[in-house]
């Protein structure tokens, strides 16, 4: 998983580079790829850059009670050990959510157009609910 996440890295890098060429902003399809690509690997790559920073604080902070004397360093040692071991699996968990693909008809938008049909009130009220529910459905999501 890490050499994907570095991999991951190296292409939101390569976009950043491609994206401060200024013959890019002459073409304004090829600049909009590129940018909704760079948008989507963005939160992935925040996330394994602050777990990689996360995790080295950590193994310094193992580092540190495996050698130091002093109580008071240690002790402080011992706290960022136990924070930083919380932080990781819940950076982990946000990695994987993250790192989920994405449906392509996420960003699309949707028109519905409920009417009632022939059966006068009922169908109405009918609509009505159909429209209530779908409505509830779209604020959850």
Not at 113 to 132: H, V
Request: glycine content about 2%; overall charge negative.
């Amino acid at each position: 998983m890490k050499f994907n996440l570095d991999n991951l890295v190296a292409e939101y890098e390569n976009l950043d580079h491609e994206l401060a060429n200024p013959d890019v902003y002459g073409d304004p399809a090829r600049l909009r790829d590129l940018m909704q690509k760079k948008k989507s690997l963005e939160q992935s790559v925040n996330l394994y850059r602050e777990y990689k920073q996360v995790y080295a604080n950590h193994t310094e902070a193992k580092n540190i009670l495996a050698h130091e004397k002093d109580e008071d360093m240690m002790e402080m040692a011992k706290e960022e050990i136990a924070s930083s071991e919380k932080r990781i699996e819940e950076l982990e968990e946000a990695m994987k959510i993250a790192l989920l693909p994405k449906d392509p008809n996420d960003d699309k938008n949707l028109i519905l157009e409920l009417r009632a049909g022939t059966g006068g009130d009922e169908a109405a009220l009918f609509a009505r609910e159909l429209a209530n529910a779908y409505i509830t459905f779209a604020k959850e999501e």
